[in-house]
């Protein structure tokens, strides 16, 4: 992990099963991905005057440009920044998260100005498992039914993680304040952005989360 003003290797993030689309990439197509990935650290750079809190939402390989982000952010060559940023990131298991390390190193060595909150995803949503004794009235899924803790849970700061997706409560409690020096930024996948913020591309859905917490959407990035 580097800043802009130093130099370093390309390095592919990717993660099963996009990985056989992206390994036989050719030089061509390379370089369009590397050009395609600099626009918008640029625009960062940019877009950072003014700006005194970064909402992060990830979920997955997500982090990519996150992580490139905050490497930026808190590089050594910017002593005078003091840009806040919270991190909510999504994975599918502790196992799962990407950059775990580099997040805790830049957490340890930033405790003022970096906060992760990991979300861990349950696949027990929407699942009945009702109990042997579950009267008829019991609802579905069975609200008697308590799905067991992901693996490793206890291996994340009890302050900051979540037993759940990314969704609008938890944006609600730990992302800043809407307001105009504060920006989102937000990468996963189609459903991650149809839920948060809208379709990619598209102007901020106001029945998304962060339309519904009013966010306003030239304050909302999405990658």
């Given at each position: 992990m580097r800043s802009m003003s130093e130099s370093g290797r390309f390095v592919r993030t990717v993660r099963e099963p996009i990985t056989?689309?992206?390994?036989?990439?050719?030089?061509?197509?390379?370089?369009?991905?590397?050009?395609?990935?600099?626009?918008?650290?640029?625009?960062?750079?940019?877009?950072?005057?003014?700006?005194?809190?970064?909402?992060?939402?990830?979920?997955?390989?997500?982090?990519?440009?996150?992580?490139?982000?905050?490497?930026?952010?808190?590089?050594?060559?910017h002593p005078l920044d003091t840009t806040k940023i919270v991190l909510l990131l999504?994975?599918?298991?502790?196992?799962?998260?990407?950059y775990f390390r580099e997040l805790t190193k830049l957490e340890e060595m930033f405790p003022e100005r970096l906060k992760v909150i990991h979300h861990i995803g349950t696949r027990?949503?929407?699942?009945?498992s009702h109990r042997d004794d579950c009267p008829r009235t019991c609802r579905a899924p069975?609200?008697?039914f308590v799905p067991p803790l992901p693996e490793n849970w206890n291996s994340l700061d009890p302050s900051k993680r979540e037993n759940s997706w990314i969704n609008e409560e938890s944006?609600?409690?730990?992302?800043f304040t809407p307001a105009s020096d504060n920006k989102?930024?937000?990468?996963?996948?189609?459903?991650v952005?149809?839920?948060?913020?809208?379709?990619?591309?598209?102007?901020?859905?106001?029945n998304s989360a962060l339309g519904r917490l009013g966010f306003a959407n030239e304050n909302v990035i999405k990658f």
């Open positions: 056989k689309h992206v390994t036989p990439m050719k030089l061509d197509s390379i370089r369009f991905f590397m050009n395609s990935m600099t626009a918008p650290r640029l625009f960062w750079i940019a877009g950072f005057s003014g700006t005194n809190t970064i909402t992060m939402i990830a979920v997955g390989v997500g982090i990519a440009p996150m992580i490139q982000a905050l490497n930026e952010l808190l590089a050594p060559d999504g994975n599918r298991s502790v196992k799962d998260i990407i027990w949503t929407g699942i009945i069975c609200s008697r944006i609600r409690k730990y992302a989102v930024f937000v990468c996963g996948l189609p459903s952005y149809e839920k948060v913020c809208g379709a990619r591309g598209e102007p901020l859905d106001p």
